[in-house]
């Protein structure tokens, strides 16, 4: 069964301070890593992705890395705000097809 | 930008009765069309994966005749829940796959069954 694993399930940080979110996954034929932020009521909203050919992808306060060897992924969350308390999803797939979703976590940031 | 439209956002519908939901791709062409379900805690289930000028891959436990699927166009699909029971309650997913591999999601259609 292809399984993407997220931890933490919830995690509290300070306002400022730096949020990590780690994934691993099994299926070596995986090569799409997109994150999703999710607000209560709303849809998953594509946060950062990365392919696997790359180990890292930065977009302003968000970085993703990607290790092909051990199969995990990461998000890293600089300076984070209270505006980005939500609930964030990893997946994987192949070229984007047939999103497998990680558990989820949820962040709360205080101010 | 890449934005994709689901109604209606939330629908309140009578066990046994059957409701359509819509997604429409605004700003890309969507090469696929995969729907999912989400449920109250928050895990997701694939139910099929759509491809223009294709056929429609249902995933196991979700069948054309419960919920039938068309995608007549790059930009426009539509899901129908035939004959709802409570099982069949959560947030459904339309996510439209572009050209460069991303997914885009819509805000979801929130289905209570009563």
């Known amino acids: 069964q292809q399984q993407v694993r997220q931890s933490p399930q919830s995690l509290t940080v300070w306002e400022g301070g730096t949020t990590v979110l780690t994934c691993s996954y099994e299926d070596s034929t995986f090569n799409y890593f997109p994150w999703y932020q999710q607000f209560p009521g709303e849809g998953p909203a594509l946060l950062i992705s990365i392919l696997s050919v790359s180990d890292k992808k930065e977009d302003g306060r968000f970085t993703t890395f990607f290790n092909k060897r051990e199969k995990k992924l990461s998000l890293h969350i600089i300076d984070s705000q209270p505006g980005d308390s939500a609930t964030y999803f990893c997946?994987?797939?192949?070229?984007?097809?047939?999103?497998?979703f990680g558990t989820g976590t949820s962040l709360l940031v205080d101010p | 930008g890449a934005l994709v439209y689901q109604y209606p956002r939330r629908t309140i519908c009578k066990s046994g009765t059957s409701m359509r939901m819509e997604c429409q791709a605004v700003g890309f062409q969507a090469t696929s069309v995969a729907w999912y379900r989400q449920s109250p805690q928050k895990t997701f289930e694939l139910i099929a994966l759509s491809t223009v000028n294709s056929a429609i891959k249902y995933e196991q436990n979700f069948t054309q005749e419960k919920f039938p699927i068309s995608h007549p166009n790059l930009s426009f699909s539509s899901m129908t829940v035939l004959n709802a029971y409570l099982e069949d309650r959560g947030l459904y997913l339309c996510?439209?796959?572009?050209?460069?591999?991303?997914?885009?999601f819509g805000k979801g259609t929130r289905l209570t069954v009563v």
């Open positions: 997946a994987a797939s192949h070229m984007g097809y047939k999103l497998t």
């Open positions: 996510g439209a796959l572009g050209q460069n591999t991303e997914v885009f």
